[in-house]
C-alpha cells in the first residue's frame, strides 16, 4: 500500500506518518523510487501501536521510540522480559531524591522483602516521589506505604499471570499492558475512593 492508504487505515494524517518516519518509531517501506515506498500490515500495526503509546499511555515521542527499540531487540531470558519492559518506561535512574529519601526507600524495601535490585531505577523514582510528596504537604509513613504496596502485589499478580507464554508476544504484551493499564488503575482506585467515602456514612468522606 501506499502511505496514503496507510493513513486511510490507520486515520492518521500524512504528515503525522511522515514525522513518525522523521523520529523513527515508524520503520521505512519498501523504496519503489526516489519519493514513493510500500508500506505493509507492519506498517499499520506500528502506527496504531505509537497511537496507543502516545495518545492513550502518555508517552512522549521519545519514550515511545525507547518501547519500540525494546521490542525490536528484545532480552535473551524471559526473565528480563519485564525489567526490559520496565527500564523502556521508566528511563535511568532519577538523581533528584534527597538522601534522606533515598535511605528511606532502600531500608523500606528490605523490611519488605521485595526482590528488586538496589540499582533499579523504579527506587530513584520512588524515593524523588516520596520528596515531591513531603514538599507538597503530604507525608506517607512507612504504614501507609504498606498498605499501598499490599494492593500493588495483587495487582502485579494479576499482570504476571496475564503474561503470555510464547516469549515473541510476551514482551510486547508487559510493554504495551503496562502504558495502557496504568490508566485504568489509576480510574479504578478513584472509583474505589468513592466507594469506600460512600460506605463510610454521611459525612464522613474523605
Given amino acids: 500500500m501506499r502511505m496514503s492508504e496507510l493513513s486511510a487505515r490507520t ?3 500524512i504528515a503525522t506518518l511522515k514525522f513518525y518516519l522523521r523520529e523513527g518509531v515508524l520503520h521505512a517501506g ?10 505493509d500490515d507492519s506498517h499499520v500495526e506500528r502506527v496504531r ?7 492513550s499511555g502518555g508517552l512522549s515521542m521519545a519514550g515511545a521510540l525507547s518501547v519500540i527499540e525494546t521490542l525490536e531487540h528484545p532480552p ?8 526490559a519492559a520496565q527500564h523502556a518506561l521508566t528511563g535511568e535512574a532519577g538523581e533528584s531524591a534527597s538522601p534522606e529519601a533515598q535511605q528511606r526507600v532502600s531500608r523500606w524495601l528490605e523490611q519488605r522483602g521485595w526482590q528488586v535490585p538496589p540499582t ?3 527506587l530513584g523514582r ?18 501507609r ?22 516469549d515473541a508476544d510476551a514482551l ?21 475512593q468513592q466507594d469506600r467515602s460512600a460506605r463510610s456514612g454521611p459525612g464522613g468522606g474523605v
Fill in 11 to 13: 486515520d492518521v494524517p
Fill in 30 to 39: 519498501e523504496p519503489l523510487n526516489r519519493t514513493q515506498a510500500r508500506y
Fill in 49 to 55: 501501536l505509537v497511537r496507543a503509546l502516545t495518545d
Fill in 76 to 83: 535473551p531470558l524471559r526473565h528480563d522480559l519485564l525489567g
Fill in 120 to 122: 533499579d531505577p523504579l
Fill in 126 to 143: 520512588l524515593a524523588e516521589q516520596l520528596d515531591a510528596a513531603a514538599s507538597a504537604g503530604i507525608e506517607v509513613p512507612d504504614e
Fill in 145 to 166: 506505604l504498606d498498605r499501598y504496596a499490599d494492593g500493588m502485589e495483587i495487582v502485579a499478580g494479576a499482570d504476571v499471570d496475564s503474561v503470555p507464554t510464547e
Fill in 172 to 192: 510486547r504484551y508487559v510493554v504495551v499492558a503496562t502504558v495502557m493499564v496504568d490508566p485504568v488503575l489509576l480510574t479504578l482506585r478513584r472509583l474505589a
